[in-house]
C-alpha cells in the first residue's frame, strides 16, 4: 500500500535546468525548505503537476544516494511536458511520491554483474540504479551498460556517461547511434543488435528501458544467447497515469504498473502489452 504521504502534493522548487538534448531536459527539484522533498529506491516515480496545466508521472532519474535533491530527466512530448519544457529556474511545482515497485538493488542484485540496456530516453530510469549501484560499488560485481539513441544529439546524460561512467573500476560503456552522423566516430547501429555483437556473458542481471521495439528485440536477442527470464528486469513507467491504481489504464493482463510495477522481472510478464 502507499503511504497517504505519496498522496499528498507537495509543493517545490525547479532550482537547475539541464538541456541533454533537443527535446529532453534534466529538471533538479527540491521543497521549498531547500531539501530533497522525499526519499526514493531506484526505479521509483513521482507525479510532477503544474497547477491549472495537469500533471504527469515520470522517473526519478537521481540517485537516492543523493541527499540534496531529485532530478527528473524529461522529454517533451505532449501538454505537461511543454509546459515544463518553456520554465525557468525558481519556478514552483508541485510533486508527490515516489510510487511503484523499485528496482531490487538491496537484495538480488546484490553481488551480481549487471548488463544495463537502454533506448533514447530510456536511460533516464536506469541512471538511478547505476549511480546507485556507483555509490555503493562493493556491493556489485562488474557493470556493462550498452545505450543507444537515433542520433548522437539525443544521448541523454552524455556529460555524465563519458567523464563520469567511462572512468568507474570494472564498467564498460558502449555507445551507439541508429545511422552514421558526421562527427560520431562510435559504433552506429541499432540496440539489440550491438547488445547481441557485445556478446556480454549470460550470467549478468540484465536490465532493460527504452522504446518497445527496442525491448521486443533486446529480449529476444539475450533469450537466444542463454539469459534466463528470471535474470532480465524492465520498467514499463510509460504505461502508469495515476499512481496508484485507481485509473485503470496501466494494466498489463492481470496487473497495474502502478501497483504491481513499474519494475518487473520478465519470468512476471507473460506476455508483453500489445504495444511491446
Not at 500500500?1 to 502534493?9: G, S
Not at 508527490?96 to 551480481?112: I, L, S, W
Request: glycine share 10%.
Amino acid at each position: 500500500m502507499h503511504n497517504v504521504e505519496a498522496l499528498m502534493p507537495i509543493i517545490a522548487v525547479v532550482t537547475d535546468i539541464r538541456r541533454e538534448t533537443p527535446d529532453v531536459k534534466t529538471f533538479r527539484v527540491v521543497g521549498l525548505d531547500g531539501k530533497k522533498p522525499f526519499e526514493h529506491m531506484p526505479g521509483q516515480c513521482a507525479m510532477i503537476s503544474i497547477p491549472g496545466v495537469g500533471e504527469a508521472l515520470f522517473s526519478i532519474t537521481s540517485s537516492p544516494t543523493n541527499k540534496e535533491f531529485v532530478e527528473f530527466s524529461i522529454k517533451k512530448c505532449g501538454c505537461v511536458t511543454d509546459v515544463l519544457h518553456a520554465i525557468e529556474p525558481g519556478q514552483q511545482i508541485t510533486v508527490r511520491g515516489p510510487y511503484g515497485r523499485y528496482f531490487p538493488v538491496e537484495t538480488v542484485f546484490k553481488g551480481k554483474d549487471m548488463l544495463f540496456i537502454a533506448g533514447g530516453i530510456g536511460l533516464a530510469p536506469l541512471r538511478s540504479v547505476i549511480n546507485y549501484i556507483r555509490d555503493n560499488r562493493d556491493n556489485y560485481g562488474k557493470v556493462a551498460i550498452v545505450y543507444g539513441a537515433r542520433s548522437a544529439d539525443d544521448l541523454v546524460q552524455l556529460k555524465e556517461i563519458e567523464e563520469e561512467w567511462k572512468n568507474e573500476k570494472d564498467f564498460s560503456v558502449y555507445l551507439t547511434i541508429d545511422r552514421e552522423q558526421e562527427g560520431w566516430e562510435g559504433h552506429v547501429g541499432f540496440v539489440p543488435n550491438y547488445a547481441k555483437e557485445i556478446g556480454i556473458p549470460n550470467s549478468y542481471t540484465a536490465v532493460l528501458c527504452g522504446p518497445p521495439i527496442m525491448i521486443k528485440f533486446t529480449l529476444a536477442g539475450l533469450l537466444e544467447q542463454g539469459f534466463e527470464k528470471k535474470n532480465i528486469y524492465t520498467t514499463l513507467e510509460l504505461r502508469m497515469k495515476c499512481g496508484f491504481g485507481k485509473c485503470g489504464r496501466c494494466n498489463v493482463g492481470d496487473k497495474y504498473v502502478c501497483k504491481d510495477g513499474p519494475v518487473f522481472c520478465m519470468t512476471e510478464l507473460d506476455e508483453l502489452p500489445d504495444e511491446y
